[in-house]
């Protein structure tokens, strides 16, 4: 039984100096390394010339705008007023087309404002559907809070970008 | 407070470009003593500051530089590790500058425990001439990952997007830069907004959205090369983009159901599948560390909440994730896979927050009127987000203990930062 436990002692003594050197053998660590540089190519974007105007559309509609609350793509009653104008001004001229374009103010995500500006156009290309314009007039997109009209930070910057453009 | 202001001043005083604002580093952080590189002054000052502000910028040290110190040894027999233990200084670093010329310039450094008053690390590293900056945050992430454990992020990479008027033209680029914010070279240029950019897995192409073509849409260009190309001409706008964690898909938002909803496209066939199917908006979609989930925003309880759904569970219905307050968007995993950063509204305040999975609550980061676009480095250590103050905007960066940094502030806006892969 003594003699077991002088074992035991004796193993466990040798294997703690072999950490203590396990450890200090690896402790020291050696690198070489060398610095990588890819390069980097820059590119310019060829922008498309905007051909979407038509100026025919723009005098008729007179930059017809609608305005919306934070994180909201209802149409208030001040909307509709415009609206219904815009869906008379289309009933007499049948063949203008029209590019229905939302944004936002700057506040929250960039992609979130570019969703609900894509969601404001749709309401209003809604509108215009229900009252009777067929939709192949109509195309909508969204700038988000890429193009903003105002740059304050106040409410009444905010709210004037928070807009469906129909153009 | 008196330690703060001195930090403050001290790091002020040395490094120009960068306004270091260490509010609060780690709660325990190690003491280090970084001994002056030797070698011709002209490099060696430009070297020693730039691993300076590297080393402090991650907040977990307290640095002592030569004037602080009670001895500065030169080589290794010359250290008197007494002098540094008065001082309660953890580790020693020295190097020197080796093979200067024309064509090479590199460095050699070593780390010293001052407790076990031993050699760490030796460490050499080749440069480049005309990048001499990347040589010292290769030496500066030698040291933050001897003494932490961690990979160091000085030698990664940003991706940011800035806007600047010229003569009445609005101009953006798509810009990548050191982490610590210098070294700008533009991958593109546009007259149209450019948003979303973020780093493919492997850092050799990155995916943003461009709306040159008079709508939203996604391209993915290749660094080196500017080899870009479209993914998916169809006639609806598309953004949103993010890869997956081994690169083979990148998730997208289609408008062509006349709301966003998330696809994830198989960059090799082409191939789409849609992920999520709801009248409110569904975008923002973000991979989990191994990519098994994917994180959204979703308007479908009547505000902005981030939610999840499990790809590998079939027809797993999106489960909500945030609950707190009426605006929470733009969610990306910690690489640790241990909870999710995102956007947070606060009172009137869009704020950088955190929530551990294994909390109920939300912990704020940042606590500006305006902050966005959290990117996690990949270490998992630090956040750096897009800020604005008194018009001026910003990158900002924030660690998980807490210690803050701004880059460089600059005139016109910058913003969407996007953290790259390892790079060294």
Known sequence: MINLKNILNKNFLSFFVFLILLSSCSSMNITEESVYDGGIQTVEASVKEDTSVNYETKAILANATVYFE??????????????????????????????????????????????????????????????????????????GEEKLLSDGIDEASHSKNRRAEIN | MKIFLSLLFFSQLIFSELVLEITKGSEDPYSIALIEFSGSKKITNEINSIINADLMRTGEFKIFRESQLLSTPTNEEDIKFEDF?????????????????????????????????????????????????????????????????????????????????????????????????????????????????????????????SFETGM????????????????????????????????????????????????????????????????????ESSWSPNGSKIMFTSGRSGSPQLYEINLRKFSSKPKRITFEGNYNAKGSYLSSGEGIVFVHRAKNNFQIALKYTNESFIRPLTNSKLDESPSISPNGNVIIYAMTENNMSMLAGVTLSGAKFRLPARTGEVREPSWSGFLR
Do not use: C
């Open chain 2, 216 to 283: 939203a849409k996604v391209f993915i260009q290749t660094i080196a090369t500017g080899k870009r190309e479209m993914v998916l001409e169809n006639s609806s706008q598309i953004s949103s983009p993010s890869w997956s964690p081994n690169g083979k898909f990148l998730s997208i938002t289609l408008y062509q159901d006349g709301n966003a909803e998330i696809y994830i496209l198989n960059l090799k066939n082409q191939n789409l599948t849609r992920l999520t199917n709801h009248y409110a908006i569904d975008t």
């Open chain 1, 70 to 143: 934070f994180d909201s793509f209802k149409l208030s009653s001040k909307s509709i007023q415009t609206l219904r104008s815009a869906v008379t001004a289309m009933k007499e001229n049948s063949s203008i087309k029209i590019i229905i374009s939302g944004h936002a103010d700057e506040r929250g995500t960039r992609e979130y404002n570019l969703a609900l500006g894509q969601r404001r156009a749709e309401s209003v290309k809604d509108y215009f559907v229900l009252n009777g314009i067929n939709a192949s007039r109509i195309s909508v997109k969204s700038f």
């Open chain 2, 85 to 209: 233990k008065l001082l309660g200084i953890d580790f020693i670093i020295t190097g020197s500058l080796i093979n200067e010329d024309k064509f090479n310039v590199s460095a050699s450094y070593q780390v010293f425990n001052v407790q076990k008053e031993t050699k760490i690390r030796t460490s050499k590293v080749f440069g480049i001439p005309n990048k001499l900056r990347q040589l010292a945050h290769y030496i500066s992430d030698g040291i933050y990952e001897e003494i932490t454990g961690l990979k160091g992020v000085a030698s990664t990479k940003l991706l940011y997007v800035t806007e600047n008027i010229n003569d009445d033209k609005t101009i953006f680029k798509l810009v990548v830069a050191d982490s610590d914010g210098s070294n700008e070279q533009i991958l593109l240029k546009s007259s149209e907004p450019i948003i979303s950019p973020s780093w493919s897995p492997d850092s050799k192409q990155v995916a943003y959205v």
